[in-house]
């Protein structure tokens, strides 16, 4: 039987030097199959916004855009670990207004953890949130809920002032509790030394083989997407092409007459076909 992760499942791991898996995942049948493949965590990511609604980026997500995909994804799950992104302005207004926000990704949606953006500025929220008793991971680097800051997505960390800046804020997050901190494009020898500094487990996106974990976009694994391709992805399958092989085919039987055949069609006794006309 496969055992339910935890977070002190994820932090004997680090301890012992295995590797962290997650994935993002936005709906109840992506969720099942990555219970069957038998990651660690699933990212319920504000990264909806762009892989899966159609947004030109993170901001436009809604609280509750974010509860609705998070429960189909937990409906899917029973030994994954789920963890929900808490969207732009969510938990930015007051505190208040955090842990409820945050408290509706658990109780509404099902949710074991939520993540959130940010480093320094960000401690008052999370340590309430986690005194809400709500698991918190936290997420530095390029935070893409920062993109009009940052002017566009860039690496981060690239300079003894930046990098330093970011081993304080993760210094700062583990302090204030996290379980866990995304490390989203950093060059991968900082990640590599911020992920030896502190004891909570890293997980990297475009952040090197030193991480503790790796997560990516679920559409990009699967080479779903087919825009411009960052650096750090790596497809695992094509099934861009796939699905819409499999769609032309469709179209194609159907407009021949090929499709549905026999086998795909219900008969009737033969003596009940002339009294239908
Ligand atoms: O929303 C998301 O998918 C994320 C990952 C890129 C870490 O935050």
Redesign the pocket.
């Known amino acids: 039987m496969a055992e339910k992760i935890t977070v002190s499942v994820l932090r004997e791991k680090k301890a012992q030097g295995l590797k962290i898996t997650m994935v ?1 995942a936005y709906d109840y049948p992506s969720a099942r199959m990555v219970e069957e493949a038998g990651l660690d965590m699933i ?1 319920v ?4 916004g762009n ?1 899966v609604l159609g947004y030109e980026n ?1 901001l436009p997500v809604t609280m509750d855009e974010m509860v609705h995909h998070t429960r189909a994804v937990c409906r899917g799950t029973r030994h994954t670990f789920v963890v929900a ?1 808490l969207p732009f302005l969510s938990y930015h207004v007051s505190v208040e207004q955090a842990i409820l926000n945050a408290g509706r990704l658990v109780k509404e949606g099902g949710a074991q953890a939520v ?1 959130l ?1 940010g480093g320094k500025e960000r401690l008052e929220v999370i340590k309430r949130i986690i005194a809400a008793e709500i698991p918190v991971m936290g ?1 530095l680097g390029l935070t ?1 809920q920062s993109i009009h800051q940052f002017g566009g997505f860039k690496v981060q960390g690239k300079n003894k002032e930046q990098a330093e800046k970011l081993l304080a804020d993760a210094l700062l997050l583990e302090e204030a509790g996290v379980f866990a901190l ?1 490390l ?1 494009c950093v060059p991968a020898p900082l990640a590599a030394m911020i992920t030896e500094k502190i004891s909570i487990p890293t ?1 990297g ?1 475009g952040a090197g083989s030193g991480c503790d974990g790796q ?1 990516l ?1 679920w559409h990009d694994l699967l080479g779903i997407t087919q825009d411009l391709k960052p650096r750090f992805v790596k497809n695992y399958a094509h099934l861009h092409d796939d699905i819409t092989g499999a769609l032309k085919q469709y179209k194609a039987e159907v407009e021949k007459g090929q499709f549905p055949a026999a086998e795909h069609s219900y008969t009737m006794k033969e003596e009940e076909i002339p009294r239908l006309y």
């Open positions: 993002t990212l990511g504000d990264s909806l892989a993170t992104d993540k953006e997420h893409p995304v989203e997980i996106i997560v976009v």
